[in-house]
């Protein structure tokens, strides 16, 4: 019986954290400032890789660190970060067909003292 109990609390605490991924293609991006934007222009087409936990997404590109974001609601996902006089946030948003994740729009704003710059960038199944 002791044996039983001990088994199921180490199945659902596997179960638990357990995630699953999904791959998508960057198929646009967008910024307000010229620089950003032709530095998220290399990145089309790059793969992108979606590691769904329990209350946490992590986006992995090729070449970049990974970025890890908070679930707020079913398919949204935020980040806020503040050193100093800098603010930058991160949107997630996952678009679902029959619970398959069919594309992502990841939304960022970075403001530093009175300058504010914004990106978007897209990723679609293929």
């Known amino acids: 019986m002791r044996k039983t109990i001990i ?4 199945l659902v605490a596997t179960f638990s954290i357990s995630s699953y991924a999904q791959t ?8 307000s400032d ?5 530095k998220l222009s290399q990145g089309l087409g790059k793969t992108i890789t ?3 936990y329990d209350n946490s997404i992590t986006l ?10 908070k679930k707020v609601s079913d398919s949204k996902y935020y980040k806020s970060v ?3 006089t800098t603010v930058e946030t991160y949107s997630l948003t996952v678009n679902k067909v029959f619970g398959v994740v069919s594309s992502i729009e990841l939304n960022f704003t970075g403001k530093k003292r ?4 914004w990106a978007t960038l897209t990723a679609k199944r293929l």
């Open 82 to 84: 503040t050193t100093g």
């Open 60 to 69: 992995n590109t090729q070449g970049e660190k990974p970025l890890n974001l």
């Open 7 to 10: 088994l199921i609390i180490v």
């Open 34 to 38: 010229p620089k950003v934007y032709e």
């Open 50 to 52: 979606l590691s769904f």
């Open 114 to 117: 009175d300058v504010s710059n």
């Open 24 to 31: 998508l293609k960057i198929t646009a991006v967008d910024a």
